[in-house]
Nanobody, 126 residues
Framework: LQLVESGGGLVQAGGSLRLSCAAS????????IGWFRQVPGKEREGASC????????FYADSVKGRFTVSRDNIKNTVDLQMNSLKPEDTGVYYC????????????????????WGQGTQVTVSS
């Protein structure tokens, strides 16, 4: 499975961005998709994850209530709607795919995510 992110950019605090992850390859609906973010000098962290059929979602406490993840298994896409953005949301956002449904443990199972996109930069100014 190959993944490509889009939708990053520069936004003021309080603004919104919508990231999209487009997948090519077969059996997209066999994969859970996670959104991770990386800030220089900090460990990569899982922000959100959606299960294979979209019935399971996970959000880090830091984004809960502000971010919404969704997927379309016909178009092979996963979107991350980010509202009320804060400067601390700044980072490179990656989508990644994992077989099965380990969303609730996405941070513990980062090494099981086998396909990663190239990342998209999100910058939130104060």
């Amino acid at each position: 499975l190959q993944l490509v992110e889009s939708g990053g950019g520069l936004v003021q605090a309080g603004g919104s961005l919508r990231l999209s992850c487009a997948a090519s390859g077969s059996d997209f609906d066999r994969y859970a998709i996670g959104w991770f973010r990386q800030v220089p000098g900090k460990e990569r962290e899982g922000a959100s994850c959606i299960g294979r059929s979209g019935d399971i979602t996970f959000y880090a406490d830091s984004v809960k209530g502000r971010f919404t993840v969704s997927r379309d298994n016909i178009k092979n896409t996963v979107d991350l709607q980010m509202n009320s953005l804060k400067p601390e949301d700044t980072g490179v956002y990656y989508c990644a795919a994992v077989l099965g449904n380990p969303c609730l443990y996405m941070n513990e199972y980062q090494s099981f995510f086998t396909s990663w996109g190239q990342g998209t930069q999100v910058t939130v100014s104060s």
